[in-house]
């Protein structure tokens, strides 16, 4: 796998957080920028992390808005059982996986595989569900097996991101928004029985028009939609503007380079599994998307899992991707406090 401007942690740096007490060390993993994440250990490994964090629940949200991540590494976490009781500690309900566009199977009530992509593929940065009109605030990362080599979450702060990114190609985005476009069965990607956890028409129908998506049949049982989005946020609680899209990932280009090539040979462009473009239809040029690809790779942050390892992420402030890997892996996902919060008029302070 070939890694250009990786941030690779290799030691921790101890920073002073006044907010918790005595029983654990608040530490960072050093990187080139930024300070993400926020890495949390138990001084005493009998430290039940879920008593803790119930007494700590305010101190750990503002934690997580400042820094965007928070790492806990060291805990006694032993089961997938366990980190769903922690994960009820932040929010008691969890969100199903919605409008999916990666299969995922639940694994312990509405806590799921990360991805059932293949291992020898990379999983490009993005924001759970941005291209949806609902979304998670919060997203939780459960390490049960790490890879033997690879595998890594990387992560990325989508306020570096966009504050990187071309103006021009940020005020661009923010006029025109991006058109997802969905093709779904016929071999090629997931088909809509699955994406919408229904057989029944009607029901994709009335979802389709509760979320403001265009939809259309096709030779009877086949489905297209069209969902304009937003492409850059105002998170709700910090204020702060983020790139939140998922332009770069649902391109056509995004794909492996043989079935890609497959696709643009044998299948019109209207009937690709999966395509963007700007809002108003035009095509995403080339040299955007690169640009986009570049930023990210650029501000990624990458470290090895640790068994029992437990990662929460601001949606909103955070991306994740994954990295490919070898031998058996385990990391299952858990997500809550559904947002639909658009903020997203266009602000002079990003001209």
């Known amino acids: 796998m070939k890694?250009?401007?990786?941030?690779?942690?290799?030691?921790?740096v101890a920073i002073q957080e006044?907010?918790?007490?005595?029983?654990?060390?608040?530490?960072?993993?050093?990187?080139?920028?930024?300070?993400?994440?926020?890495?949390?250990?138990?001084?005493?490994?009998?430290?039940?992390l879920h008593a803790w964090v119930k007494e700590h629940a305010d101190q750990l949200e503002n934690s997580l808005l400042k820094y965007g991540?928070?790492?806990?590494?060291?805990?006694?976490?032993?089961?997938?059982?366990?980190f769903e009781s922690l994960t009820k500690q932040f929010a008691p309900e969890l969100v199903e996986y919605g409008e999916r566009s990666t299969p995922r199977t639940e694994v312990q009530g509405r806590v799921y595989t990360s991805t059932e992509y293949p291992a020898d593929q990379s999983i490009p940065q993005h924001n759970e569900n941005s291209y949806a009109h609902q979304w998670?605030?919060?997203?939780?990362?459960?390490?049960?097996?790490?890879?033997?080599?690879?595998?890594?979450?990387?992560?990325?702060?989508?306020?570096?991101?966009?504050?990187?990114?071309?103006?021009?190609?940020?005020?661009?985005?923010?006029e025109k928004k991006v058109m997802y476009v969905r093709n779904y069965g016929g071999g090629l990607d997931l088909p809509w029985q699955d994406v919408f956890r229904t057989e029944d028409k009607a029901v994709v129908e009335q979802y389709c028009k509760k979320m403001g998506m265009e939809y259309e049949w096709l030779n009877g049982d086949c489905l297209r939609t069209r969902s304009l989005r937003p492409a850059v946020a105002k998170h709700p609680k910090t204020g702060?503007?983020?790139?939140?899209?998922?332009?770069?990932?649902?391109?056509?280009?995004?794909?492996?380079?043989?079935?890609?090539?497959?696709?643009?040979?044998?299948?019109?462009?209207?009937?690709?599994?999966?395509?963007?473009?700007?809002?108003?239809?035009?095509?995403?040029?080339?040299?955007?998307?690169?640009?986009?690809?570049?930023?990210?790779?650029?501000?990624?942050?990458?470290?090895?899992?640790?068994?029992r390892d437990v990662l929460m992420l601001d949606n909103m402030l955070v991306s994740h991707g994954r990295a490919p890997f070898t031998g058996p892996r385990k990391v299952v996902v858990a997500m809550a406090d559904p947002s639909t919060n658009y903020t997203f008029e266009f602000d002079s302070g990003l001209n």
């Open 240 to 307: 702060d503007w983020v790139w939140f899209n998922q332009a770069h990932l649902f391109h056509v280009t995004n794909l492996p380079e043989e079935i890609r090539d497959y696709i643009m040979m044998a299948v019109p462009e209207e009937n690709y599994p999966r395509n963007t473009y700007f809002g108003d239809g035009q095509p995403i040029d080339l040299a955007i998307l690169e640009e986009i690809r570049n930023v990210f790779e650029r501000t990624s942050v990458y470290f090895p899992w640790e068994k």
């Open 3 to 12: 890694k250009v401007g990786i941030k690779m942690q290799k030691e921790v």
């Open 136 to 174: 998670a605030m919060k997203i939780w990362f459960y390490c049960a097996q790490p890879a033997q080599q690879g595998g890594e979450t990387p992560i990325a702060d989508s306020r570096e991101v966009l504050s990187l990114l071309d103006p021009a190609i940020v005020r661009r985005f923010m």
């Open 69 to 82: 991540g928070i790492l806990f590494r060291g805990f006694d976490v032993p089961t997938i059982e366990s």
């Open 18 to 48: 006044t907010m918790f007490d005595q029983k654990v060390r608040v530490e960072l993993l050093p990187n080139v920028q930024g300070t993400l994440p926020l890495v949390i250990r138990p001084i005493d490994e009998q430290l039940d």
